[in-house]
């Protein structure tokens, strides 16, 4: 008997490009691919066809896309690959380049890279269907026939103009539930890129995200992850109501029964009253995200943020009037054109200042086709990552201490992929990576369900921060 097909995806980036990944492994499962359940192993497994969803947001998200494109076409020689994402929408004809090079070739001639532009998100999903209805079994055809569905799509002149709202059905890749509810971006901050990727902010319908969220609530899920480009331009309408993020939450809530929402992030200045007054239901998960970028509010004007560091000041403050010591995480760049020493130092004292629990941060990196790639004087790229070290280290305390003032207490928690029957990883209300045992005779809760456990010791394996111990 022949064995099916395969496809694996290789995913860098945003929780989004995640999301979007997992419903192309849908797409694939359901027109009878067998989908290599661990991509980040993928490359050695030489799937029939390797996905790359890639990212812009860094030149570094960039290099490591052409890095794991070289390796899948250097060790997979069976395999085709199909880049996406938002890299492959901006710089397709960069891409396009790495066709030319040793191993880009099929056994039989043929081309065996496929650059997808990311607009093309909604297309990708039909691909899986006309592999199956047109191949009849024979591998070394695959070249040929993706070739020939590219070629179709491109001389029919087809664009994506409507966005495409993934909603897979299957997990192949994640335990946890996320529901895209907005794609794209209307602001125009001087740095980022995502927004030419992406296009205009655009919202998924209101009862279309409620219904999804009653499904994985009937699932028996615990909670259900609202991602976007920039949640907080939702805007949409349900009956007569317009309903901004603040209406949305409100109208979620309201239709359902008890399964807690998590955000993915915010920005400083869409966080009005209005929003922080839902924010505080007990049903909105105790963690949030906050774009920060910088503390300098120079920098923040020269990069077109809306707003200065008092405002984000203003916003922990306010997080942590409605909940109880919530976990407070924001993104930071350092680097940015024009950025002194004075800049930065007022950058770490606000984080200091605010006690984040945990600090994304990274260094700025030139992004073509925006504002600030033109922006003088240029920091060193020395300098910029002994900048990020001073604030991954301030990350690493914060994070140590924020353990720490939660040791003993109870928390609910959903339960995430563990291999040992007994033994398995959890994240907490307040995003504290957890690993739990179950207790003797007694199953492990089932995954993406929630339950309530103890925090109990500090866990130092670099895997989770801390034990929990199963209540109930």
Request: glycine residues 8%.
């Amino acid at each position: 008997m022949t064995l099916p097909l395969s496809f694996s995806i290789y995913t860098l980036g945003c929780k989004l490009n995640q999301l979007e990944s997992e419903a192309l492994a849908g797409a694939f499962a359901d027109s009878g691919f067998r989908v290599l359940s661990r991509p980040e192993e993928a490359q050695g497994q030489d799937a029939d066809i390797t996905a790359v969803n890639t990212c812009t947001v860094t030149g570094k998200a960039e290099q490591k896309a052409r890095r794991v494109i070289r390796k899948l076409l250097r060790d997979c020689p069976s395999s085709c690959v199909l880049v996406t994402g938002c890299y492959a929408e901006l710089d397709r004809e960069e891409l396009e380049r790495l066709a030319l090079e040793s191993g880009a070739l099929s056994k039989t001639g043929e081309r065996r890279l496929f650059i997808i532009p990311g607009r093309w998100k909604k297309i990708l999903q039909t691909l899986p269907a006309f592999l199956a209805s047109a191949l009849p079994g024979n591998r070394q055809e695959l070249p040929s026939l993706i070739q020939f569905w590219m070629d179709k799509h491109e001389g029919n002149g087809e664009t994506q103009d409507e966005p495409d709202w993934p909603n897979p059905q299957a997990s192949f890749f994640r335990s946890r539930a996320f529901i895209k509810i907005q794609d794209g971006c209307d602001k125009h901050c001087s740095f980022c890129r995502v927004r030419l990727a992406r296009g205009r902010s655009v919202s998924l319908e209101a009862e279309e995200a409620l219904a999804r969220l009653r499904d994985l609530e009937a699932r028996g899920f615990g909670e259900a992850v609202l991602t976007g480009v920039n949640i907080g331009l939702y805007r949409a309408v349900a009956g007569k109501t317009e309903l901004n993020m603040a209406g949305l939450l409100r109208f979620l809530l309201e239709g359902t029964a008890g399964i807690a929402l998590r955000l993915s992030s915010l920005e400083p200045d869409e966080m009005t009253e209005d929003l922080f007054e839902i924010l505080g239901s007990t049903r909105i998960r105790s963690h949030f995200h906050i774009s920060v970028q910088s503390g300098s509010a120079a920098v923040l004007k020269r990069m077109g943020r809306n707003y200065g560091p008092e405002t984000v000041e203003a916003a922990a403050a306010r997080l942590r009037e409605l909940k109880d010591d919530p976990f407070l995480a924001c993104d930071i760049i350092t680097g940015f054109p024009g950025e002194g020493e004075r800049d930065f130092e007022e950058t770490v004292e606000l984080c200091r200042r605010i006690g984040f629990a945990w600090i994304h941060a990274f260094p700025y990196s030139p992004r073509p086709g925006t504002a600030a790639a033109s922006m003088k004087p240029l920091v060193s790229e020395r300098e910029a990552g002994k900048r990020v070290a001073v604030l991954m280290e301030l990350a690493g305390q914060g994070r140590a201490a924020y353990v720490q003032r939660w040791l003993g207490r109870s928390v609910e928690a959903v339960c995430e992929s563990g291999e040992d029957p007994c033994l398995f990883h959890a994240v907490s209300e307040n995003y504290l990576r957890l690993l739990c045992r179950s207790a003797p005779g007694e199953e492990r809760p089932l995954p993406g369900s929630a339950f309530t456990c103890r925090i109990s010791t500090v866990e130092n394996s670099g895997e989770a921060d801390a034990v929990g111990e199963i209540l109930c």
